[in-house]
């Protein structure tokens, strides 16, 4: 009797673990989909319009910015103010810095958020680079008091900014100014604009 159950309970266990293996928690199986919903393949960077760019914490390729202000200083469409400040400027730190690295332009290649401020760390403008592989290249910039610049779920470009009213010192605006901005296979456009009262 013993040696007609123990066969029974061997294939059992086997059947079990075999059975363990084919949701996605051992053996990879092509076209599967575990029991949480993720999908098994990794996903890979899509060039389509419908995806959803994401900021990233940590740049995947960190232009330097020395090489963003040679190519700024170099583009003829830079503000006046803007290539004063960079002419000036030799220490980048003191008139340059990263925001966040983005894909509004649905391509699957980062852009770079780079800010323009004063000495005081001031920021006034604000710069799309894109990171290409013969060298970064602007492809759009904001004049824009102390801004935040977030990429939405949507893959918009979204910047909240000091909205300083005539009455204002210095140190304190008294509206704060949201703008959306959506690549619309050319260039960025204006899509929305709010003003709301500081705190």
Not at 173 to 187: A, L, N, T
Request: with cysteine; hydrophobic share 40%; charged share 20%.
């Amino acid at each position: 009797m013993q040696r007609l159950f123990a066969p029974a309970v061997a294939a059992v266990a086997a059947l079990s673990m075999l059975a363990g293996c084919g949701n996605g928690s051992g053996l990879r199986v092509e076209g599967a989909e575990p029991a949480d919903g993720q999908s098994v393949s990794p996903q890979l960077p899509a060039a389509s319009a419908t995806s959803s760019p994401k900021v990233r914490a940590t740049p995947v390729t960190a232009v330097p910015l020395t090489e963003v202000r040679t190519k700024l200083l170099a583009d003829k469409g830079l503000d006046n103010y803007s290539r004063l400040v960079l002419t000036k400027c030799t220490v980048i730190s003191r008139c340059l810095r990263q925001g966040p690295t983005v894909d509004v332009m649905h391509n699957g290649v980062p852009q770079q958020v780079v800010f323009i401020h004063t000495v005081e760390q001031f920021v006034f403008s604000a710069f799309l680079i894109a990171l290409e592989p013969a060298g970064p290249r602007r492809i759009w910039s904001l004049k824009v008091d102390q801004p935040t610049i977030n990429a939405s779920p949507q893959g918009d470009l979204v910047i909240e900014s000091a909205d300083f009213q005539p009455d204002d010192k210095p140190c304190c605006p008294s509206r704060r100014k949201v703008e959306v901005y959506r690549w619309d296979g050319r260039e960025m456009t204006r899509v929305s604009s709010t003003g709301q009262k500081g705190d």
